[in-house]
């Protein structure tokens, strides 16, 4: 996926969730960052980042912040990103467990739940839940950054639709690249984290993918090693 109109600035601070403030060529500027997650690892005063201009010209903030540099990688924070890089990889026959299928759809509802991607294959049919993952531990890939109630719900649900002979799988998309291994976050989420650990006991796929990043696009790249603690 592709980004349109970006230009670079420096991050001072971020009072909310929702805003940033930063430095665009000597000038301050509010920006509406794309990911309600923590982001403390990433977002330190000073670093570089990564904004798209907003093609909506009566909108209160005019950029969006999409990435961050960390050293010379760039780390995508777009919380939308995802679902779209995956929709891409999907359709082409990247994710490899899954194979090229005949038919994909996004956002379909299933039981109490909207599932990310909707796959037809060979008859079979099949649910992708996708997660964004911008937490780095010394290489190793984590999620999620903070509590996420509605993830566990999403995974709950997929374990039901696996039960009525559905394929499905959870897609963590590393919106990175230099990960060695991915597994749940237990210690910021214990919930999600069981939850994810009696899906993959339950038959539901857990998947993981870095990224290629540059200032402008999100390609998911090649698969990474999935740990699923046993406790």
Do not use: W
């Not at 964004?132 to 010394?138: E, H, Q």
């Amino acid at each position: 996926m592709r980004y349109n109109d970006v230009i670079e600035a420096e991050f001072v601070k971020r009072p909310n969730r929702f805003i940033a403030e930063v430095i665009i060529d000597g000038r301050p500027e509010s920006v509406h960052v794309k990911n309600t997650g923590r982001l403390k690892e990433l977002l330190v005063e000073g670093v570089r980042v990564i904004l798209e201009k907003s093609k909506n010209p009566s909108r209160k903030t005019q950029y969006s912040l999409i990435a961050v540099y960390k050293g010379r990688e760039i780390v995508n924070i777009d919380s939308q990103a995802p679902n779209l890089a995956a929709y891409e990889a999907l359709a082409s026959g990247v994710i490899t467990e899954i194979g090229e299928p005949d038919k994909v759809r996004r956002e379909v509802k299933y039981g109490n739940s909207r599932f990310d991607l909707y796959y037809e294959k060979n008859g079979q049919c099949g649910f992708v839940e996708v997660k964004g993952v911008t937490l780095d531990v010394n290489g190793t890939a984590r999620f999620p950054d903070a509590p996420t109630e509605r993830g566990a719900k999403h995974v709950r649900e997929l374990i039901k639709a696996h039960e009525e002979d559905y394929e499905c799988s959870v897609l963590f998309v590393i919106q990175m690249k230099n990960i060695k291994s991915f597994e749940p976050n237990y210690n910021t989420d214990p919930e999600f984290s069981k939850e994810l650990k009696r899906a993959f006991e339950a038959g539901v796929k857990i998947l993981a993918y870095d990224c290629i990043t540059d200032v402008n696009s999100m390609l998911i790249d090649k698969k990474i090693e999935v740990k699923i603690k046993a406790d």
